[in-house]
C-alpha cells in the first residue's frame, strides 16, 4: 500500500514507537514497553521490522498491562523448535535446490496464529505498520492493512532461512533488510517523535564469535548497523533511542537470554525516561535527546 493512500496515516504531528528487528535478540523491547507506558508514553502509531513488528503489532493489538503481560509470558516461552525447526529434509532440499528455504514456516505460523493479535492491520487499537522488503527491487514496503499474520510472516521471511511470502503481486522478505529500524516510514506516515526500541546488543567485552554461522550473524548485524545509523541521521523530527543490553547471544534464533533481556531492557529504560521525560496528561516529551553520533543501534533480523 503506498504511504499516500493508506488510511491511517496520521494527518497531524504525532509519536511513534519504532521497532528493531532482531529475531530473539528483539525481547528487550517488551520492558521498553512497559517502562513507556508506566511513564505515560504512549504512541500514536507503531511500525516495526522483522521480529520487532511481531512486537510492534501485538503491543497495538492490546496496549494494555494485561496485553504486555501476555506478550512477555509468550516471549518467555519461546524457544528455538516452534520458530526455526530444522530437518534433514529441509536442509537437503535447500542445499540442492530443491526448496526455497531451509525451515518451514508452519511452526511460526502457528505461533502467530495462536497469539491474541488483530484479525488484520486495520483493526489495531493503536495504528500499526509492519515494514518488510520488496524481494524483486529490495525496496522497503509499509503494510497498513491486511491479514496480520500474513504481513508478520512476511516481515520476518530471513531470506534463505524462510521463503519468501506474496502479498498482493509482490514477493516479501525480512523488513530488516531494508529498513531494519524504520524511522524514516515513521515520518512518512506522519510522526513528528520517534522513540527508537532497539534488539539487543553484542557484548564487545566478549570474545568474537567463531564458529562460522555465528560469524556470519554477527558481520550482518555489523551492516545493519551501519544502514541503521544512516536511517536515524536521516529523519527529519525527534528521534530519541533508548539503550540496549548487550548479549553474549548472537544468533536470532536462540531464546536462552530472553527473561534477562527483558528485564535489563526495562531497567534501562525506566532509568533512562527518568532523566530524558517529562510527563503530562497524555504523552510524555523528551526534555532533550540522546546524542545520536554515539548512539548504538545493531540488530540483526
Do not use: C, K
Not at 27 to 47: F, H, N, R, S, Y
Not at 224 to 235: E, G, I, N, S, T
Not at 253 to 279: C, K, S, V
Amino acid at each position: 500500500m503506498a504511504l499516500s493512500d493508506n488510511p491511517r496515516r496520521l494527518g497531524a504531528a504525532g509519536i511513534a514507537f519504532v521497532f528493531q528487528g532482531g529475531g530473539s535478540l528483539a525481547a528487550p523491547q517488551v520492558g521498553m514497553l512497559w517502562a513507556l507506558t508506566e511513564a505515560g508514553v504512549m504512541p500514536d502509531l507503531v511500525v516495526g521490522s522483522s521480529a520487532g513488528a511481531l512486537n510492534a503489532v501485538a503491543f497495538a493489538s492490546d496496549p494494555s498491562p494485561e496485553g504486555l503481560d501476555e506478550l512477555e509470558a509468550v516471549w518467555v516461552s519461546l524457544r528455538r523448535r516452534p520458530v526455526a525447526r530444522f530437518s534433514f529434509r529441509t536442509v537437503f532440499g535447500a542445499l540442492t535446490g530443491r526448496a526455497d528455504a531451509l525451515v518451514s514456516d508452519t511452526a511460526l505460523r502457528v505461533l502467530l496464529e495462536r497469539a491474541t493479535l488483530a484479525p488484520t492491520l486495520s483493526e489495531t487499537s493503536v495504528p500499526a505498520h509492519v515494514v518488510a522488503t520488496d524481494l524483486a527491487t529490495g525496496a522497503p514496503v509499509v503494510l497498513s492493512s491486511g491479514d496480520t499474520v500474513r504481513a508478520l510472516q512476511a516481515t520476518s521471511a530471513f531470506p534463505g532461512l524462510y521463503r519468501s511470502v506474496e502479498v498482493g503481486r509482490r514477493l516479501l522478505v525480512d523488513g530488516g533488510v531494508s529498513a531494519d529500524v524504520p524511522v524514516r516510514q515513521a515520518e512518512a506516515l506522519g510522526a513528528s517523535v520517534t522513540y527508537v526500541l532497539p534488539a539487543a546488543t553484542w557484548d564487545v567485552a566478549q570474545p568474537l564469535p567463531r564458529r562460522a554461522l555465528p560469524q556470519a550473524y554477527h558481520a550482518l548485524r555489523q551492516l545493519l548497523d551501519a544502514a541503521a545509523r544512516r536511517d536515524v541521521a536521516a529523519a527529519q523530527g525527534s528521534v530519541h533511542v533508548l539503550p540496549a543490553p548487550s548479549t553474549r547471544i548472537v544468533s536470532p534464533i536462540d531464546f536462552r537470554d530472553t527473561a534477562r533481556l527483558i528485564d535489563e531492557g526495562y531497567r534501562l529504560a525506566t532509568d533512562w525516561l527518568a532523566i530524558n521525560t517529562t510527563r503530562t496528561d497524555t504523552h510524555a516529551r523528551p526534555s532533550r535527546a540522546p546524542d545520536l553520533s554515539t548512539a548504538h543501534v545493531v540488530g540483526a533480523s
